[in-house]
């Protein structure tokens, strides 16, 4: 999926109570409840209020993208986190969280996008959490997965998580995935998916999770009244013009739901 751009990141940042407020009118949740809901089912208390969470810059490479740490920790602060950007970056910056008691560190390189849970010594990553974040969002949308199909689009590392997900919750999860390898790969490890042409499942699903980071192969003649899709990527699989008659239907924000359950299951 394309990388986010320090455009990118001003405009999440300054748009995440409209983001919000949309799933809450899709899906019935807002993103704290979206986040502990993902990262539990059992009757575990996990407190994201004041928990201190440190977001650190990385200085070099690809990974480095101005406004990113501060858009985290702006996701995290509205989770109700006692959230910050420390003042150094790279192990530095790493150091610094340490010494300033935080309870958890996010930070991001070229690779990876991962929470560290400093008291547990556990490392969240980014790319399962998004999946099941979304599928989450999906779900509360939908009301329920059992027996429903659901469009699957991309079998990369966001799109076989979700797959999981989607399988454990009861949805009949049929994939639209060109690279015969990745195809492959999922059935050979078991991945209870079934093949489809994209044309073929868009006409039997009312559900999409987009995993691709192919842009604009679904447009507005695809979708129905009742066509909901989870987005977690950049860019969207739908056209301006699906999107719009869609409307809050497309669910679609490329970083507060991962930052959210990431936070939460750090927190666990």
Same mark, same amino acid.
Request: net charge negative; charged share 25%; glycine share 10%.
């Given at each position: 999926?394309?990388?986010?751009?320090?455009?990118?990141?001003?405009?999440?940042?300054?748009?995440?109570?409209?983001?919000?407020?949309?799933?809450?009118?899709?899906?019935?949740?807002?993103?704290?409840?979206?986040?502990? $809901?993902?990262?539990?089912?059992?009757?575990?208390?996990?407190?994201?209020?004041?928990?201190?969470?440190?977001?650190?810059?990385?200085?070099? /490479?690809?990974?480095?993208?101005?406004?990113?740490?501060? #858009?985290?920790?702006?996701?995290?602060?509205?989770?109700?986190?006692?959230?910050?950007?420390?003042?150094?970056?790279?192990?530095?910056?790493?150091?610094?969280?340490?010494?300033?008691?935080?309870?958890?560190?996010?930070?991001?390189?070229?690779?990876?996008?991962?929470?560290?849970?400093?008291?547990?010594?556990?490392?969240?990553?980014?790319?399962?959490?998004?999946?099941?974040?979304?599928?989450?969002?999906?779900?509360?949308?939908?009301?329920?997965?059992?027996?429903?199909?659901?469009?699957?689009?991309?079998? /990369?590392?966001?799109?076989?998580?979700?797959? $999981?997900?989607?399988?454990? $919750?009861?949805?009949?999860?049929?994939?639209?995935?060109?690279?015969?390898?990745?195809?492959?790969?999922?059935?050979?490890?078991?991945?209870?998916?079934?093949?489809?042409?994209?044309?073929?499942?868009?006409?039997? #699903?009312?559900?999409?999770?987009?995993?691709?980071?192919?842009?604009?192969?679904?447009?507005?003649?695809?979708? /129905?009244?009742?066509?909901?899709?989870?987005?977690? /990527?950049?860019?969207?699989?739908?056209?301006?013009?699906?999107?719009?008659?869609?409307?809050?239907?497309?669910?679609?924000?490329?970083?507060?739901?991962?930052?959210?359950?990431?936070?939460? $299951?750090?927190?666990?």
């Amino acid at each position: 999926m394309t990388r986010l751009t320090a455009d990118d990141l001003g405009a999440l940042t300054r748009q995440l109570d409209e983001f919000d407020a949309q799933l809450e009118s899709v899906a019935g949740i807002g993103l704290r409840d979206l986040a502990l $809901r993902t990262a539990t089912t059992e009757p575990v208390c996990v407190s994201l209020y004041g928990a201190r969470i440190a977001a650190v810059p990385i200085s070099s /490479g690809e990974g480095f993208i101005p406004g990113f740490s501060a #858009c985290v920790a702006a996701i995290l602060g509205r989770l109700g986190c006692d959230a910050w950007v420390t003042a150094q970056a790279d192990v530095r910056g790493i150091q610094e969280a340490v010494s300033d008691h935080a309870d958890v560190v996010f930070v991001a390189d070229d690779h990876r996008f991962i929470a560290l849970d400093i008291r547990k010594g556990r490392c969240i990553d980014d790319d399962p959490a998004t999946a099941d974040g979304y599928v989450t969002a999906l779900e509360a949308a939908a009301g329920e997965f059992l027996g429903r199909h659901v469009l699957l689009l991309g079998l /990369g590392p966001v799109g076989r998580a979700a797959a $999981r997900r989607l399988v454990s $919750r009861g949805a009949v999860v049929e994939v639209a995935e060109p690279d015969d390898s990745r195809l492959r790969e999922a059935l050979e490890a078991g991945l209870k998916i079934r093949p489809v042409e994209l044309a073929d499942g868009l006409s039997r #699903c009312e559900l999409i999770f987009d995993a691709t980071p192919a842009a604009g192969i679904i447009d507005a003649g695809d979708v /129905g009244p009742r066509t909901i899709a989870a987005v977690p /990527g950049m860019p969207s699989a739908f056209t301006a013009a699906a999107r719009e008659a869609m409307g809050p239907r497309h669910i679609h924000e490329p970083l507060a739901i991962g930052v959210a359950v990431m936070a939460a $299951r750090a927190l666990l």
